[in-house]
């Protein structure tokens, strides 16, 4: 069975400061990958995904992440964080080649940062 | 206005009570998926379903039950065999050809 791994749990940062979070998964095979966000009182929301092409990826609000197949990682960054981007981050991850659509989570990430 | 509903925010189970949990979603979408989420411990699949009338056991299924009588509803039966049901509950949706998945708003479910 696959297995995502977020190794920051809690990660606090001043405005400004650069963001690099962690993710690595255990499946081999094909796999698409996801970051989603939960802001505090929200829906989980999809921040970026990767599924083929360039491993480095764009999202919404300045948000990046590179896949680097072999490492088995999505890391997620982003060069300047806002007092906005408090949040609980997950990393997700399913498997390319097969009908399962249902997405193996990593534990997440809260992310505090101050003004 | 499209999106994925679940009500009630809020429920309260009493011991030995099954209880159900609403979701729907107007997206049009095939496959309707149910997590759990606990705190630092991400979501954890309990069913999911790619259509109508058919629906697998995810990672926790044990003291859960499910129903796809049609395409827009799914909902969760936390039946009195689930022993620890405190926990937050997020119904996600999926078009058929897309493996983007789209979360509702979530049900809180605390037990008296």
């Known amino acids: 069975a696959q297995s995502v791994s977020q190794h920051n749990h809690h990660v606090i940062l001043s405005e400004a400061a650069s963001l690099e979070l962690g993710c690595n998964y255990s499946y081999g095979g094909t796999v698409n990958l996801f970051w989603y966000v939960q802001y505090p009182g929200q829906h989980l929301q999809l921040l970026l995904k990767y599924f083929s092409g360039d491993p480095l990826v764009k999202g919404i609000k300045g948000f990046e992440a590179e896949f680097i197949k072999s490492k088995f990682s999505f890391n997620l960054r982003k060069p300047s964080v806002q007092w906005s981007d408090t949040a609980e981050y997950f990393c997700a991850v399913n498997r390319g080649d097969t009908g399962r659509r249902a997405l193996t989570f990593g534990s997440g990430t809260r992310l505090q940062v101050q003004p | 206005d499209g999106g994925i509903t679940q009500s009630p925010k809020y429920l309260f189970r009493k011991e030995g009570q099954n209880v159900t949990l609403s979701c729907e979603q107007n997206l049009n979408h095939d496959a309707m998926y149910w997590y759990r989420q606990d705190p630092g411990q991400g979501l954890r699949l309990i069913y999911y379903s790619q259509i109508v009338n058919d629906f697998q056991k995810g990672d926790i299924a044990e003291g859960y039950s499910v129903s796809r009588e049609k395409k827009e509803s799914f909902p969760l039966t936390v039946t009195s065999a689930q022993k620890n049901p405190t926990a937050f509950y997020l119904c996600?949706?999926?078009?058929?050809?897309?493996?983007?998945?789209?979360f509702g708003p979530g049900t809180r479910l605390l037990v008296l």
């Open positions: 996600a949706s999926s078009a058929s050809e897309s493996e983007t998945q789209y």
